[in-house]
Nanobody
Framework: QVQLVESGGGLVQAGGSLRLSCAASGRTFSSYAMGWFRQAPGKEREFVATISSSGDITYYADSVKGRFTISRDNAKNTVYLQMNSLKPEDTAVYYC???????????????WGQGTQVTVSS
């Protein structure tokens, strides 16, 4: 069974930065794509970023493009999300997920972490 554990969330002021980490176990990590999604109160879970198994392909939601960077370290079984120039609208629970390919939809991923809270104050 795949297990994913997110960390690195917290409270920051607008314009600040955070780096989220997601550690995976239970699978051959390097064979799978990884994605980041987020869910704000009262809203549906939305795509943020994804990265292919080798790290050579990435895709970002328009709302975060130019501010967020996804990366992975297959030797550490970990995927990261560097978040810069944070805005209050980035406030959400952030989830990492694993799938066969770097799809940009929730349905493209098979396993999910429990999430980490990111709060950006105005």
């Amino acid at each position: 069974q795949v297990q994913l554990v997110e960390s690195g969330g917290g409270l920051v002021q607008a314009g600040g930065s955070l780096r989220l980490s997601c550690a995976a176990s239970g699978r051959t990590f390097s064979s799978y794509a990884m994605g980041w999604f987020r869910q704000a109160p009262g809203k549906e879970r939305e795509f943020v970023a994804t990265i292919s198994s080798s790290g050579d392909i990435t895709y970002y939601a328009d709302s975060v493009k130019g501010r967020f960077t996804i990366s992975r370290d297959n030797a550490k079984n970990t995927v990261y999300l560097q978040m810069n120039s944070l805005k209050p609208e980035d406030t959400a629970v952030y989830y990492c997920a694993i799938g066969r390919l770097p799809w940009t939809t929730v349905t493209g991923y098979n396993y999910w972490g429990q999430g980490t809270q990111v709060t950006v104050s105005s």
